[in-house]
């Protein structure tokens, strides 16, 4: 996978059983705002945590792997 030097956004779909769209803001000039450690695997911080209608998703990626919180 190859990536900007300078990511803007992070897109993905969502570990959970609904599968939905997860927008993670990469730019540390607004909040709130994810860091990619590593690319390959994927560890990104702090954790993501949406709330939805079909309930929520709270969750870190950390080392390619989804850990549920």
Same mark, same amino acid.
């Given at each position: 996978?190859?990536?900007?030097? %300078? &990511?803007? =956004? @992070?897109?993905?779909? /969502? +570990? /959970?059983?609904? *599968? %939905?769209? #997860? @927008? @993670?803001?990469?730019? +540390?000039? *607004?909040? +709130?705002?994810?860091? $990619? %450690?590593?690319?390959? &695997?994927?560890? $990104?911080? +702090?954790? $993501?945590?949406?709330? *939805?209608?079909? !309930? *929520? /998703? %709270?969750?870190? @990626?950390?080392? !390619?792997?989804? #850990? =549920? #919180?």
């Amino acid at each position: 996978m190859a990536f900007d030097k %300078h &990511p803007k =956004w @992070l897109a993905f779909d /969502c +570990p /959970c059983k609904d *599968r %939905h769209r #997860v @927008l @993670l803001n990469l730019n +540390p000039n *607004r909040q +709130p705002a994810w860091t $990619i %450690h590593t690319q390959a &695997p994927l560890t $990104i911080t +702090p954790s $993501i945590d949406e709330t *939805r209608a079909s !309930g *929520r /998703c %709270h969750y870190f @990626l950390q080392n !390619g792997q989804v #850990v =549920w #919180v």
